[in-house]
């Protein structure tokens, strides 16, 4: 079935450094969404991404849709505590409704 | 506009119990999705409806049923609750425009089964 390898698993960042995060499959997607998830709370949805190359930001956040369709990148410039969280990349394939789910990226952020 | 909710928040469960955890969306989307969530493995697919009135499995649909009561409301069941299902269970609906499909969570259901 189809997969997501998200990398890296974890990431230890000074503030105000910043980050980058990605997600790859061996099968192609029509839509690439980025969530963050803070503890006790449900995914929010920070970006989506529905054409191969698009290049979308929402403040210190900028993502890509990979142009062979079968990646996607996530950026943090200038990190502050608050972006502490699991970020996860998701894709929708073609055929419709299933969404696939990368494992996530763990971002901890020292003041 | 409350977005997706779920109840319960909390809940524990003996081996063996039944329970059936609720959702519903007011954003009138037509696709819902029930998903579980376990420490390093992302989110899994349990159900989804597509549509009010249709119901397929996902990757994970083993002791588990699904009732699309109407477009807002999209239940789980669980018949006889074994340890293995103790996770963290997320509502989801999406939103399918000329631009493609972008999906909204609810604020998860923590199930724990002794």
């Known amino acids: 079935g189809q997969q997501l390898n998200q990398s890296p698993q974890s990431m230890f960042i000074q503030e105000g450094e910043d980050v980058s995060m990605n997600c790859t499959s061996s099968s192609i997607f029509n839509t690439w969404l980025w969530y963050k998830q803070d503890p006790g709370e449900g995914p929010v949805l920070l970006i989506a991404l529905y054409k191969a190359g698009e290049l979308t930001s929402n403040g210190r956040l900028t993502a890509q849709f990979g142009i062979t369709r079968k990646d996607s990148f996530l950026n943090i410039s200038a990190s502050i505590p608050s972006d502490v969280g699991i970020y996860f990349c998701?894709?929708?394939?073609?055929?419709?409704?299933?969404?696939?789910f990368g494992a996530g990226t763990r971002l901890f952020v020292k003041a | 506009n409350a977005g997706v909710t779920q109840t319960p928040k909390f809940q524990v469960l003996k081996t063996g119990q039944s329970m059936t955890l609720q959702c519903a969306q007011d954003?009138?989307?037509?696709?819902m999705y029930w998903y579980r969530q376990d420490p390093g493995m992302g989110l899994r697919l349990i159900y989804y409806?597509?549509?009010?009135?249709?119901?397929d499995k996902g990757e994970v649909p083993n002791g588990y049923n699904v009732s699309r009561l109407n477009k807002r409301e999209f239940s789980l069941r669980l018949e006889s609750a074994a340890p293995s299902q103790t996770s963290v269970y997320f509502c989801a609906s999406t939103v399918s425009g000329t631009s493609g499909e972008t999906q909204y969570f609810g604020p998860g259901t923590r199930l724990l089964v002794l």
């Open positions: 998701a894709g929708t394939g073609t055929g419709g409704f299933k969404t696939i």
């Open positions: 409806s597509a549509s009010e009135g249709t119901t």
């Open positions: 954003m009138n989307h037509n696709s």
